[in-house]
């Protein structure tokens, strides 16, 4: 009897030290490495297996089976996990669905397919997306308007566009920068492409790559911009047919009737907005608040919304994170005013108390778009040519863990909403 | 034993070499041409005795901040040849490691001083810092063991001019009964005036009620036209006549503060008995 209980303690404590059978990486902030931890959660939908997104059970954990394989990985990237067992995992998952909390699991799935919108050589600015996927060690391709135009997005799940003009005015970086050989050379490759595909201007040709990339949206592609690429997609779109575009950018003045002609059914977000004929300032519309009112990083932070991870998974999952207030960031396009934005927008992030909204989403078709303002999150006023950020030093960025919120969510296993 | 001569001097040419190129600091403001020295020491070089000497200086530079324009050959510059060619390369898939390169042909043995200037549009800035880095240094295509020092534009934030508004120093000062001080509006404004002393509490409204502040100060523009209550003052010059009637003052060390509608003016004063 003695050497049976023996027997069934030893094979039960044996038993129990082999049931590690979960991996659990907490977001809260007990984590090291946020934006390497998004990188994990990729790695290990990529290699086929599947990833539970806990919202807002410890701001976003994520849930995985065990493997010494992983474990590995998550100390060699240096993320933050703890071995629990199928008991304790079982306890986990019975709080998050519980009723009376506002958390979900989300299933993670299929690694989405990522292109980055940008040109074969070097933007005179840094991406802060391209930054924290190659931070986070995520795979992506580039792709630049000869792949849009010749349908190359239908590989692709996702597409990020950054500090880009859709407009076809360069950036408007003509009053700062017309006689700097950069800037001259990127006109001439810009000029050049249109001609390589049939376009007798930027604009047209830019107004093509923008109309491609809302029929990738329509047809269920996820689409993140940042910085001017947000408003400047909206105003080509909304422009289509009008000449916006100066005399020095495209050889002929523009329509200075352009603003009546604007068709807002065309955009995705913005609306009733007011365009910035003058080529000279730096700045596309009204749509961007924020350049004046704010320039002082101590006083710039802006907040994200909850939402019902329940009823709302997908503003839930674009808005985890560890911390509720964000630091904000300028941009070419740093806030968009609250009264340009379409009613049938979710706003996930403004900053209280003004107009200044940072962070929003919505759908198109089948997919969606999220706008985020700002142009780097951890570098406040992050000039051409300034060195790009170091993301070793900001590894628990709430502002970058953002972007990498909107690289996870295409991962996601729609299931019915509960509304 | 001329042919023997000639290769210890080419021999000794390629190894005794030990020269450093530094560019120099400098700061400069978003849109500005600047001149950048570059500065040698080639204190053990030697060139050779004919016309051929062929000079190269390769620098890397972060094209998006800087323009480089040309070479420019001042007072101090060791070299004085003016046949000397300058070429830029951006580099297009990443303009921040664009590069220029100097050519010249000139006798430079034991230079040690400005070589010459490089003159530069800043693009870029504010609040930021481009830099210039020599590469490579060689002599006719041989290239010379050479020291590199970068050298660092800062490009700080522009200096905002502050408001020209002031109080000048009372005079006399000490004082006992009356001092006099200069004041300068630079809008028009309203004022508030009040003496504080070193314990915060302001001393004459301590002994007086409104009006009888009111009559310790004077106040007159240029024209002697004395400033009567609460009315606008225009911007200009005012004469400030500080009484101290009555020595409602103690003996002191005060703070007379003004308050206009844009800016909070202060002067220190003191009172003897």
Known sequence: MKKTLLLFIISALVFSSAKAEKILIPMDLAQTNHLKAYGIAFWVIKDNKTVDWLLNYRDGAFMADYSEKLALECRVRGVTFEQISDGNAAQIYKQVQADNVNEDVVKLEKAPKIAVYVPKGTQPWDDAVRMALEYAEVDYDMVWDEDVINGKLKEYDWLHLHHEDFTGQFGKFWANYRNAPWYIQQVALNENMAKKLGFAKVSQMKLAVAKTIKEFVANGGFLFAMCSATDSYDIALAAEGVDIVASMFDGDPADMGAQDKLDFGKTFAFENFRLTMDPSEYEFSDIDVGATSLNNPETDYFTLFEFSAKYDPVPTMLTQCHTGIVQGFLGQTTAFAKEKIKKSVTILAEREGTNEVRYIHGNFGRGTYTWYGGHDPEDYRHGIGDPPTDLDLHKNSPGYRLILNNILFPAAKKKKQKT | ?273
């Open chain 2, 1 to 273: 034993m001329k042919l023997l001569i000639t290769i210890f001097i080419i021999i000794f040419t390629h190894t005794a070499f030990s020269t450093s190129i530094t560019v120099n600091d400098a700061t400069a403001e978003k849109g500005q041409i600047i001149h950048v020295p570059v500065y040698a020491d080639i204190t053990e070089t030697f060139v050779y005795n004919d016309e051929n000497n062929l000079f190269r200086i390769d620098f890397n530079f972060n094209a998006l901040m800087l323009d480089f324009k040309k070479v420019v050959l001042k007072g101090e510059s060791i070299i004085v040849d003016t046949e000397l060619t300058s070429t830029t390369t951006l580099n297009p898939d990443n303009f921040r490691n664009s590069s220029f390169s100097i050519e010249f042909s000139q006798e430079i043995d034991n230079a040690n001083g400005i070589l010459f200037y490089l003159e530069f549009e800043v693009l870029a800035g504010p609040d930021t810092l481009a830099t210039i880095t020599p590469t490579s240094f060689t002599l006719r295509n041989e290239e010379i063991k050479s020291e590199f020092n970068a050298g660092n534009i800062s490009i700080p934030e522009p200096v905002i001019e502050t408001d020209k508004s002031y109080i000048s120093n009372f005079y006399p000062n000490p004082f006992h009964r009356e001092a006099k001080a200069e004041i300068r509006f630079t809008k028009p404004t309203r004022i508030k005036l009040s003496t504080y002393n070193l314990n915060g509490s302001d001393q004459l409204y301590e002994f007086c009620n409104t009006d009888c502040v009111q009559k310790h100060f004077r106040l007159t523009d240029a024209a002697g036209v004395e400033y009567m209550g609460d009315e606008l003052l225009m911007e200009g010059k005012y004469t400030l006549q500080l009484r101290n009637d009555f020595s409602t003052l103690a003996a002191g060390v005060y703070l007379l503060i003004i308050e206009t509608d844009y800016k909070v003016l202060s002067q220190r004063f003191v009172v003897i008995k």
